[in-house]
Every structure is written in C-alpha cells, then in structure tokens.
C-alpha cells in the first residue's frame, strides 16, 4: 500500500512542479517581448541540465491527455454559421492539404536527411498539422477581418484530426502501432487505406456530433454550472475515448462535439454558466499547451541540436514549400472552382493566402505526436530534435513577423480610435443592460418601488453621458461611423440568411428559392467592402 501512495505523491509532486514553472514562465514572458510557447521551451531545456526531472509517459496517454482539451476549446467557440459558410476552403486545406503536406514533406526530408521513406513520412504526417494559436490571438488584438480568422482556425481544428489519422496510417504502414486505431488502419492496398480513411474521419464526426448534441439537450434541462462544466468535461475526454474504442478518429470525435455542443449549448444555459465554463475551458487549453511545449523543452536531447542542424534545416524548407504548394495551389484551384461552378462561397483572396501561408505554425499537436512515438522506433530522436526546430523556427521567425505582414498587406482594420470606439460602446451596452435587468425586476416585483426610482435616474444620466461621447467621438472621426454602418450592413445580412435557413427549415419556401435567395445575399456580402468605399465618398448632407 505504501509503494502505491508514494509513487502517487511523486506524481502529484511533479505536476505540481510543472504548474508553477509554467506559472513562472508566465509572469516572466509578460515583461519580455518572447512568444510564451517559446519561453516555455526554453524552460525545459534549462531544466534538463539539471536532471530533476524524470517524465516518462505512455503514448496513448500523451495523445488522450493533451489532445481532447486543446481541440475541444477551439472546436467549442467556433461559430456554426461561419464555419459552414467557409467550409470549402477550409477542409480544402485540411483534407487534401494535410496529405499534400505529408508526401511532399516526406519526400523532402527523405531526400535530404538520412532516413527511410517511412520515417519520412511519419514526420511529414505529423508536421502537418498547424498550431495558429498565437497568429489568432494576434489576429483579435489587431482585429484583422473576422474571416481570415475563421479560416485559420476552422483549417486547424480539421487538419488537426486528419493529421492524427494519417499519422496513424502511416505508422500502421511502418509496423509501428501507438494509437488505438494505429492497427486497424494498416491495409494492403491503396483504395483500402483511402476507405478506411474515410470511415474513420467521418465516423468520429459522427459519434462526436451526437454525443455533442446528447450533452446539449442534457445541459438545456439543467440550472447548475458546476454540474454543467463536469459534463462537458466529460464530452471532451469522453468523445475522444468512445470514438477510439469503436475504431474511430477520436480527435474528429472532439471536433464535432465541441462544434455541436458550442453552438447549441450555450443556448439552454444561464449568464453564469457561460462565463464560468469559457473560462473553465480557456484555463485547461492554457494549461494543456503550456505542458506540451515544457515537455518538449524537458524531452529534447540539446546536444543533438547542433548536431543536426542540417537536418533541421531541411525540415523547415520541407515544411515551409509544402505550405507554399497547399495555400498557394489549392487556393487558386478553390478560386478558379468558386468563379465557374458558382460555390457557395467567396473567393481566398491574394492577401488571404500570404497570411495563411505564412500563419501555418506548427505547435501542441505536432509536438504531441512526435512526443508519443515510442521509445524503440529509429530515429525517435531525430525527430523529435526535427519537429522541435521546425516548431520554434515557425514560432520566432513567422510568429513574430505575422504582425508586420499583416500591417504592409493592410488587413488590419483596428486603430486607436477603433479601440476607443470599442470601449465607448461597450460602456453603453452595459448600462442600457444594467438598466433593462433592474426595470424587468421593477416590472416583475422583484425590486421594490423605491430601490428602482432611486437606481432609474442614476443609470439614465449614465446611458445619456455615453451616448454623447459616442457621438462626439463619430463626429471627430467620420471614417468610425461608415465602419459601424458596414458592420450593421454585413450583421443584417447575416441575419437575412439566417432567416432564410429557418424558413427553408420549417418548409416555407423550397430548396430552389433558398439556394437563390442567398446567392443573393452572399453576393451582397462580397460587396460590402465596395459599398463602403462609397460610403466615404458620400456628400455630408446625406
């Protein structure tokens, strides 16, 4: 009995331990102009010349432990709308993308480094899936256009699933097995691999939608956000789990429960609830991300970096062209699709895609992987040494650069004064709510008579303070009130199609009439950007 507990001890010693350098590293990095993932790294790799740590963990619970949390967060915030009205382009690059991305960089490195065609591929599997968690986070703090995010991070949550079953299928090709459905997938011939692909993918989609859906309609009939939390808790981890043990993808499990579940169940659940469980949420990524990239920092052995350079080297220029090949090839096939069939969709810009290409960083996932290979493989350790240069290379070289292209291709929108306009009305937005939540208790006799009129007046003088500032900042600056005019233009034709869809739902109009009805609502949304430029050009008296 007493070997056990120590042995827990020990473990929940080392936890611990990992927590408070990434605490540590944390408060550090926020006075020093470092990328965090990169710091953390760094970390590691002081740490290991000290030796004190000793983490030996199995590659099952590698991919189960880290995985679920970091894909369940995205896939959850993921609007349904704009993933569906993206949805092309993205899985354009995350399907035939991702297997684009494996063979060319497979090849490349099985050119240029001295290992076997297989191992090759193995690397360029899991280098192929992208980490853009830093490019979004830039993405909102400099408010580039909300679709480029969507792509970015609708491409990762997709390629994140597909990489791990290609990744599966290739080790099942090498006669390795780490994952659950590593051995399944192995198939003596081309068309069977490409069809057990496919029911793969597809069938962890499909368990993880319903569980996603399950866990929604349970949430709707629950008032509790503890309760509420714990189960999509379990949604995360539990849809990765049933989906391994029915022989699926487990990752496109967590994917299609997380987009489920984001966007119906937050519908059924109280102010409190929401709040608590983004942040919940946003607290496990963070913490699951930050051990990945320590792990790695504490797993690298540092003296075979200098050593390997070269191959380092030709891992980044393997990796760096097969984006080139993916954004710029297929988004010019998907454009070319777009113009002559009439999709559903708007064109991948020219800018769009120098940000994507230039935004496919490599992270958690791809660490991940490369981590859970298992110890006996060959070359585990180039590899690994492989993926860590192409990680970091991507975090310094295209992280810290994104800003500057995204500033000289002119895709950032938010100003100084965009911020203050954004502070501006946000004040008013919650006073007007502060104010409409005390006069429906007023109304509905939970606050008394007096309470209220001694609150009314306070909050109107709030409201009418707010709306004057506003005002006297529009007036200040003109080109504030033609940006709000085209974000009320583009929100009231999203409204448009989302009524549209209800109709076409509830059996009011036909198939035929919707698909034209919003081909003309998307045609208006492609010419927002036009019709504000107009707007600038308007005479005052208008």
Do not use: C
């Not at 408070?20 to 290991?48: D, E, Q, S």
């Not at 499990?253 to 937050?266: H, L, Y």
């Not at 583009?490 to 869809?501: I, K, N, T, V, Y």
């Amino acid at each position: 009995m007493g070997e056990p507990l120590e042995q827990f001890l020990n473990a929940e010693t080392l936890i611990i331990e990992l927590l408070l350098i990434v605490a540590l590293v944390a408060i550090v990095v926020r006075r020093l102009r470092v990328p965090y993932t990169v710091a953390l790294v760094i970390a590691g790799l002081l740490i290991t010349f000290q030796h004190t740590f000793q983490i030996k963990l199995t590659p099952e619970l590698i991919l189960a432990l880290f995985v679920p949390p970091l894909v369940f967060e995205a896939a959850f915030h993921i609007e349904f709308e704009q993933l569906r009205d993206n949805i092309v382009p993205i899985l354009v690059l995350a399907v035939p993308g991702v297997l684009v991305t494996t063979v060319v960089v497979g090849l490349i490195v099985a050119w240029g480094v001295n290992v076997s065609l297989a191992t090759a591929f193995i690397f360029g599997a899991l280098m192929s899936a992208t980490d853009p968690v830093a490019v979004v986070a830039l993405f909102r703090a400099l408010g580039a256009p909300r679709r480029l995010t969507v792509i970015v991070e609708g491409e990762s949550l997709f390629n994140d699933g597909t990489a791990i079953v290609v990744f599966n299928l290739m080790l099942a090709s090498a006669g390795i097995t780490v994952a659950s459905n590593g051995s399944y997938l192995a198939s003596p011939d081309l068309g069977s691999a490409i069809v057990k692909f496919l029911v793969v993918s597809l069938g962890g989609l499909g368990v993880g939608g319903l569980l996603g859906w399950l866990t929604a309609q349970l949430i709707a009939r629950l008032d509790d956000y503890l309760i509420e939390t714990t189960l999509t808790t379990v949604l995360a981890f539990g849809a990765y789990l049933v989906a391994e043990r029915l022989h699926f993808s487990g990752v496109l499990a967590v994917v299609g429960a997380g987009v489920v579940n984001g966007n119906i169940g937050p519908r059924g659940m109280s102010p409190t609830t929401r709040i608590v469980l983004y942040n919940f949420w946003e607290y496990l990524a963070f913490v699951a991300n930050s051990l990945v990239f320590l792990l790695i920092g504490l797993d690298i052995n540092v003296a075979q970096i200098g050593t390997n350079l070269g191959s380092i080297v030709v891992a980044v220029l393997a990796v760096l062209g097969s984006r080139a090949l993916v954004v710029y090839g297929f988004g010019g096939l998907y454009n070319l699709l777009n113009r002559s069939t009439r999709l559903r969709g708007r064109s991948v810009t020219a800018a769009y895609r120098h940000v994507l290409f230039w935004g496919g960083l490599r992270g958690a996932v791809g660490l991940a992987l490369v981590l859970s290979l298992p110890e006996s493989m060959a070359d585990r350790e180039l590899l690994i040494v492989m993926a860590f240069g192409v990680v970091l290379f991507t975090l310094l070289g295209q992280g810290t650069t994104m800003q500057f292209l995204l500033r000289r291709l002119k895709l950032v929108k938010r100003s100084l004064e965009d911020l203050e306009y954004e502070r501006q009305h946000g004040r008013l937005m919650a006073a007007r709510a502060a104010r409409d939540r005390l006069k429906k208790m007023y109304y509905d006799s939970t606050l008394s008579a007096a309470t209220w009129e001694r609150l009314s007046p306070i909050l109107e003088r709030r409201i009418d303070t707010l709306l004057r500032s506003q005002k006297e900042l529009l007036d200040k600056y003109p080109t504030l009130q033609v940006e709000e005019l085209d974000d009320a233009r583009r929100e009231g034709l999203r409204a448009q199609r989302a009524s549209l869809a209800a109709l076409l739902r509830d059996g009011l109009i036909s198939e035929n009439v919707y698909d034209e009805l919003v081909a003309e609502v998307d045609a208006a949304l492609d010419s927002a950007a036009m019709l504000m430029d107009e707007e600038l050009q308007l005479p005052e008296d208008t």
